[in-house]
């Protein structure tokens, strides 16, 4: 339980950390931010185990990625 606890809070301080570095942030960085954080709960969630963390982190930054890249501006 407090692996899961620390992978967690480990990847939402690294996304808020990468987010603060950017001072306008486009769509597509915002979809991999939130895409990485969401994919990695999910994962640990599932799986239960590191890997099962990181692969859902990157799995999650992957399609945030390109949803962010798809969205259109009005």
Known sequence: MLKKTMA???LA?????LAGCASHPT???I???VGAV????V???LFGTTLGTVGGA????LI?????????RR
């Open 27 to 29: 769509n597509r960085q």
């Open 13 to 17: 301080l690294a996304a808020l950390g």
């Open 43 to 45: 994962g640990s969630a």
């Open 38 to 41: 969401a994919g990695g709960m």
């Open 8 to 10: 967690i809070s480990t």
């Open 64 to 72: 945030g990625n390109e949803m962010g890249g798809n969205s259109r």
């Open 31 to 33: 979809g991999t931010g």
């Open 58 to 61: 990157a799995a999650g930054a």
